[in-house]
Antibody, heavy 121, light 107 residues
Framework: EVQLVESGGGLVQPGGSLRLSCAAS????????MNWVRQAPGKGLEWVSY????????YYADSVKGRFTISRDNAKNSLYLQMNSLRAEDTAVYYC??????????????WGQGTMVTVSS | VIWMTQSPSLLSASTGDRVTISCRMS??????LAWYQQKPGKAPELLIY???TLQSGVPSRFSGSGSGTDFTLTISCLQSEDFATYYC?????????FGQGTKVEIK
């Protein structure tokens, strides 16, 4: 079964750090581009970051640039999001999402169940 | 940044109705548009990509159309399991952006 499972969420104080992980299974992880997408409570979806299959190309939303770092370990079938200098507005469910490649490259065909990050004192 | 205007934000409909959701871009994106369905407490699910191509396993009552700046998601005969929130998403360029969402509720 194709699956993504996030972990690492929790409660953190403003200015703190957190590292999210996303474990992939059921497909050849190293062949796929990956993304993080978040959703604040009661709000819509917001794309956060993208990483190419090799890790050589990375993009961030302006709202997290300079604070968040996306990475991957293809040997461990894992995607990561290092989040530093966290703010209250980073409170959200964080999803990892797979880019299916052509012909749907750029869409997100497989999503994890999400992990909740709460930034509060 | 490509801005997206999705409408309506709330749609009240009955089972069996035909419903249409619109998504308008701030600039042309060819057909690089996807539609998702999200139910409460669940991750979004991909319905349509390339503006009009149905994702595998998605019922044929869902259809998408449009290109350039104006796109539409149509549900031809609303079923009980279709009451959910729908999002459009452009993948023409980074940053990827989503529409604000349309909640389809029971009338």
């Amino acid at each position: 079964e194709v699956q993504l499972v996030e972990s690492g969420g929790g409660l953190v104080q403003p200015g703190g750090s957190l590292r999210l992980s996303c474990a992939a299974s059921g497909f050849t992880f190293s062949s796929y581009e990956m993304n993080w997408v978040r959703q604040a409570p009661g709000k819509g979806l917001e794309w956060v970051s993208y990483i190419s299959s090799s890790g050589s190309t990375i993009y961030y939303a302006d709202s997290v640039k300079g604070r968040f770092t996306i990475s991957r370990d293809n040997a461990k079938n894992s995607l990561y999001l290092q989040m530093n200098s966290l703010r209250a507005e980073d409170t959200a469910v964080y999803y990892c999402a797979r880019d299916p490649g052509k012909p749907a490259g750029g869409a997100f065909d497989i999503w994890g169940q999400g992990t909740m990050v709460t930034v509060s004192s | 940044v490509i801005w997206m205007t999705q409408s309506p934000s709330l749609l009240s409909a009955s089972t069996g109705d035909r419903v249409t959701i619109s998504c308008r871009m701030s600039q042309g994106i060819s057909s690089y548009l996807a539609w998702y369905q999200q139910k409460p407490g669940k991750a979004p699910e991909l319905l349509i990509y390339a503006a009009s191509t149905l994702q595998s396993g998605v019922p044929s009552r869902f259809s998408g159309s449009g290109s350039g700046t104006d796109f539409t998601l149509t549900i031809s005969c609303l079923q009980s399991e279709d009451f959910a929130t729908y999002y459009c998403q452009q993948y023409y360029s980074f940053p990827r952006t989503f529409g604000q969402g349309t909640k389809v509720e029971i009338k």
